[in-house]
């Protein structure tokens, strides 16, 4: 059995978890007669102080949605240049929507509020791309788990708020964020328009995002829903592993955060410009592979070959995510394993 951590959308579903997907109570959510996807839409909203939640099956399908919300077809969206929003959702905000990016660089993924404020060009007139939202993920995948500061938010937010810019937050991890900061998740949910979670990452549910906005807004995100075919229909068999993922899983992620310290740490010792440790705040470790002869994907095949998954994401960029299928002993094992090959 191989040590699988290229990412924490690999953990499947307890045994406890499935027994409530078992026992779920469900109806034709089209219909909006699906219980326990009703529940937990209320649920998730009210986490984050929001009206509104509508379930999708995937994190990209909220993301989106959020974003049509919020941009019409010949406006722009900015982002930071490696957000999930412009590089892993396959163009998606052009191709469905007619939204154009632009994109601003941060190291690590760690905002900046003055970044896209300086970017932003709201109501451009007749010449240019009217600017009309501004993305945010927290925290930030590709960046290496950033955990984004609250301080750089509210400033985003009180900037976004005088320009008429509107906010969304990819919140895929937002838990983590949560965990890893203490920041109360209705603390996000004052600063953003629309926010998208997963519960398909370090939450463990196999399946199942939500979007979050007002009452509205979740309306008009519902016909949208069903327009790109993602109306479902007794899928309470996948809410009610969501409602477990929520009740068993969000203060363990601290566990996550710690391993992924711990790998930080001794892949650290073994080639040091590969990961600060200062940097991991949350559950996901990026090395940078800049002083060896190593590429990320001859990495990724020697640790294959030595039980041990990990991401290559670019050619001199791996990715490890703990998560909570991996025990401590197992990160340990791993960190071993990976520290040896890169200090060769
Ligand atoms: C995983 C992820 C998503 C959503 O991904 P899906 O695979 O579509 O569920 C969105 N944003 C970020 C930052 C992610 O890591």
Redesign the pocket.
Known sequence: MSIDLRSD?VTKPSTGMRDAMAAATVGDDVYGEDPTINSLEVRVAGLFGKEAGLFTP????A?QLGIRLLVNPGEELLAEEDA??VR??LGAAAAHGGITTRTWYAERGQLDALAPLRMARPDAGPYLVSTKAIAV?DT??FGGGTVQEIAQIKALHEGAREMGLALHL?G??IWNAHVATGTPLHEYGKYFDTI?V?L??GLGAPVG?VLLSTGENIKKARVWRKRLGGGMRQVGVLGAACHYALDHNISRLGDDHKNAKILAEVIHKALTSSVNPVNVRSNIVGLILRDTDLTAAELAAEARKAGVLISALGPRYARLVTHLDVSEAEVRQAAEIIAGIVGR
Not at 58 to 61: L, P, Q
């Open positions: 959308t995937t994190g990209s399908m993301n999930h929003v892993a959702e993920e930030h995948n990819d895929a991890r998208s997963c398909s990452k995002s």
